[in-house]
């Protein structure tokens, strides 16, 4: 079974930090998907990233760096020099190879305040 | 290109009724999959449907069905509603073949509340 761990709940920064979203996940697939999603408080989730598994590359878009660690399991989000629009609900989220069904953690809701 | 759209946004139902929400994907968009969000069980995927078929289809009791139709919209039906259906129900769609075709794309959700 697949499991995706989001062990901040929430998480509270002054505009212009830098600020850490944490995600670990359990698969047994050798093949799998992550993905970060952003859902603000209109509700609507918002496509941020897919990493494969196969691909231990990090990326950087903008403000936003993904570093992605298969040796411990980890899918790390950081945003840099956060801005108050950045405040929402982060989830991290697995697919398993063949299937697009997503398993998602229980979100980490960050707060920048100005 | 127009985004996921479902409808209604907000429904109040009462216990024992049932309720059908609607879902039009991305257009070119053949697989959707339907998601609950709720504050004690966070998100959890329902079932997915791709060519009129599901594909694949989560743990949820048999009150909860889906079908699709030849222009890839979908619908998802509750019957018998109980308190704890109240949900925000999602709906995603996503490409068939390739890599991005694992990346989904959600709607705004349809709030039902039961009273």
């Known amino acids: 079974a697949q499991k995706v761990t989001q062990a901040q709940t929430e998480i509270s920064v002054v505009e212009k930090e830098d600020v850490t979203l944490d995600c670990v996940y359990e698969?047994?697939?050798?093949?799998?998907?992550l993905f970060w999603y952003k859902q603000p408080p209109s509700g609507e989730l918002v496509f941020l990233i897919r990493r494969n598994s196969f691909d231990e590359q990090n990326e950087i878009s903008g403000r936003y760096s993904w570093n992605f660690q298969k040796s411990t399991s980890s899918f790390n989000f950081t945003i840099t020099a956060s801005q108050v629009v950045d405040s929402a609900v982060y989830f991290c989220?697995?697919?398993?190879?063949?299937?697009?069904?997503?398993?998602f953690g229980s979100g980490t809701r960050l707060q920048v305040q100005p | 290109k127009a985004g996921v759209t479902q409808t209604p946004r907000y429904l109040i139902k009462t216990r024992g009724q049932q309720v059908t929400l609607s879902c039009s994907p991305i257009?070119?968009?053949?697989?959707v999959s339907w998601y609950q969000q709720t504050p004690g069980q966070g998100l959890q995927f329902l079932f997915e449907?791709?060519?009129?078929?599901?594909?694949n289809k989560g743990n949820f009791p048999g009150r909860f069905s889906g079908r699709q139709f030849s222009n890839s919209r979908s619908e998802m039906n509750v019957s018998t509603l109980e308190l704890g259906d109240s949900a925000l129900y999602l709906c995603?769609?996503?490409?068939?073949?390739?890599?991005?075709?694992?990346?989904?794309?959600f709607g705004p959700g349809t709030r039902l509340t039961v009273t």
């Open positions: 989220a697995l697919s398993e190879s063949g299937r697009r069904a997503l398993t």
């Open positions: 449907y791709f060519s009129e078929t599901q594909r």
């Open positions: 995603a769609s996503s490409l068939e073949g390739g890599l991005a075709s694992y990346e989904q794309y």
């Open positions: 698969t047994r697939d050798t093949t799998y998907y």
């Open positions: 257009s070119g968009h053949r697989s």
